[in-house]
């Protein structure tokens, strides 16, 4: 408990420094990650994790945190901040799991037909339901729910935005694509997608026409987008972000010119675009030199702030949901965020590897597991790349050195990996034609069992 309070005091330097603030109250930290196995219709087939901070308001915001490509709701929760600042501001977190498979595996579905159709089916109909389910189980206040996701998860934070106006409030959307990017199922792999590479260039009224036409009709308000990219990022080229940029202003009917810029930090630069009522309807978020591998250390707070759920949520008595017809969820704990230096040994351990290899280029997903009887407080993962393999970026470690014998280290929010735990690392690659993945990890110096 007293880490996440140190990691909650590192955040609040970060919105600090953004001109945002911070209250100075401390919330208990008890809850845990709990998987619901029937939330309604779900023909996506996907699986619905949520976390409900003990301390929250009677009726308090949803956010639904969305996974990228070969990674999980879990994963997500270990690997963002999104849950430590629930314990904060008292919102609930729903982490969806994608199963659709689309070249990468476990991709959320922005490409059939079905997923582009209001109510058509497949995974948004399933990301509905569950924040249909939370609103009934938890009292959730149905004016306050929130997308936001990395890569795949970006792509369907946008995605959501634009067939559900009137179920979401706000998105921020990471590393993303614009809505109706991928014109099927075929085209959806990053590595060999004509929306991904790298030459995708439609007009604002064409990108705005995309979401018009998601729900024909709609006049209601729209939700307001927060939009995040990283300059060198190879997989979903920053091009991509311009393309974002020109459909939701097109969509609030604003011109293409940002009524501000700044940077709010160093590497970040900031453009932002107000209605005539000066309510900042659309911001972007250039990362400068950052690859594949948002959100890194306080940007989720910053996209919380966003949402304006950073005030202090007014504590309940019971933290119990509400009588319902559907079924009571069974916890499941994963790791709380912990020191980020490791200590001499380690314990036992696992790891298993997923390859999404195309042309030069790959993507390797790790999953870390803690098998021994007490926590890991701090590691760092030894692995030797097969010849011809370069790193370009990574997400939720930092990486070195690129290529040969790499060492993978914990980031700020991950540092911990409890009995039975496991958080998710990954990064993209260039090759020379061997795809092959590592044959041998050792988790601070001790040899990890294959999955």
Same mark, same amino acid.
């Given at each position: 408990m007293r880490t996440r309070g140190k990691i909650l005091l590192a955040v609040a330097a970060t919105l600090a420094a953004a001109g945002l603030v911070v209250p100075a109250t401390q919330p208990a930290y008890a809850a845990s990650l709990t998987e619901v196995t029937s939330f309604g219709d779900n023909p996506g087939r996907m699986r619905m994790h949520v976390y409900v901070p003990d301390n929250r308001p009677a009726r308090p915001a949803t956010v639904v945190a969305m996974h990228g490509c070969g990674g999980s709701g879990p994963g997500f929760y270990s690997g963002s901040e999104f849950a430590s600042l629930a314990d904060r501001y008292g919102y609930i977190v729903i982490y969806p799991s994608a199963t659709q498979q689309a070249g990468f595996g476990n991709c959320f579905d922005t490409w059939s037909d079905a997923a582009k159709r209001r109510g058509g089916g497949s995974d948004p109909v399933s990301i509905v339901s569950m924040v249909r389910y939370v609103q009934q189980q938890y009292g959730a206040d149905p004016d306050r729910v929130y997308a936001t996701g990395s890569s795949s998860g970006g792509m369907m934070t946008n995605h959501m935005l634009a067939l559900y106006p009137d179920v979401f409030k706000a998105? %921020?959307? #990471? $590393?993303?694509?614009?809505?109706?990017? #991928?014109?099927? =199922? %075929? /085209?959806?792999?990053? !590595?060999?997608?004509?929306?991904?590479?790298?030459? $995708?260039?439609?007009?604002?009224?064409?990108?705005? /026409? %995309?979401?018009?036409? %998601?729900?024909?009709?709609?006049? @209601?308000?729209?939700?307001?987008?927060?939009?995040?990219? @990283?300059?060198? /990022?190879?997989?979903?080229?920053?091009?991509?972000?311009?393309?974002?940029?020109?459909?939701?202003? +097109?969509? #609030?009917?604003?011109?293409?010119t940002p009524t501000s810029t700044d940077t709010p930090q160093a590497g970040w630069n900031r453009r932002r675009w107000a209605d005539g009522a000066g309510t900042v309807q659309v911001e972007a978020y250039s990362i400068q030199g950052a690859g594949h591998s948002l959100p890194s250390a306080g940007m989720a707070a910053v996209a919380i702030a966003f949402f304006g759920l950073t005030g202090t949520p007014s504590p309940t008595t019971s933290p119990t949901p509400t009588t319902s017809p559907s079924p009571t969820p069974t916890p499941t704990t994963s790791p709380t965020p912990?020191?980020?230096?490791?200590?001499?040994?380690?314990?036992?351990?696992?790891?298993?590897?997923?390859? +999404?290899?195309?042309?030069?280029?790959?993507?390797?997903?790790?999953?870390?597991?803690?098998?021994?009887?007490?926590?890991?407080?701090?590691?760092?993962?030894? #692995?030797?790349?097969? !010849?011809?393999?370069?790193?370009?970026?990574?997400? +939720? =470690?930092?990486?070195?050195? =690129?290529? !040969?014998?790499?060492?993978?280290?914990?980031?700020?929010?991950?540092?911990?990996?409890?009995?039975? !735990?496991?958080t998710t690392i990954g990064f993209q690659a260039t090759h020379t034609g061997n795809t092959a993945r590592p044959t041998s990890f050792t988790l601070n110096g001790a040899a990890c069992a294959l999955a």
């Open positions: 998105g %921020a959307a #990471f $590393m993303g694509v614009p809505y109706n990017c #991928f014109a099927n =199922a %075929a /085209d959806y792999p990053p !590595g060999s997608s004509q929306c991904t590479g790298g030459s $995708m260039n439609r007009t604002p009224q064409q990108w705005g /026409d %995309a979401v018009r036409q %998601a729900y024909p009709g709609y006049t @209601g308000p729209r939700p307001r987008v927060q939009l995040w990219h @990283g300059t060198a /990022d190879n997989l979903v080229p920053y091009s991509l972000l311009q393309e974002e940029i020109e459909q939701w202003t +097109n969509v #609030f009917g604003l011109s293409q912990g020191p980020t230096t490791p200590p001499p040994g380690g314990g036992a351990c696992r790891v298993s590897v997923e390859v +999404n290899a195309w042309n030069s280029g790959l993507t390797e997903n790790i999953t870390i597991t803690n098998t021994g009887s007490s926590a890991v407080n701090g590691w760092s993962l030894a #692995f030797t790349l097969p !010849g011809g393999q370069s790193i370009t970026s990574g997400w +939720n =470690a930092s990486y070195s050195p =690129a290529s !040969g014998q790499v060492t993978a280290r914990n980031v700020a929010y991950n540092g911990t990996i409890g009995p039975n !735990g496991s």
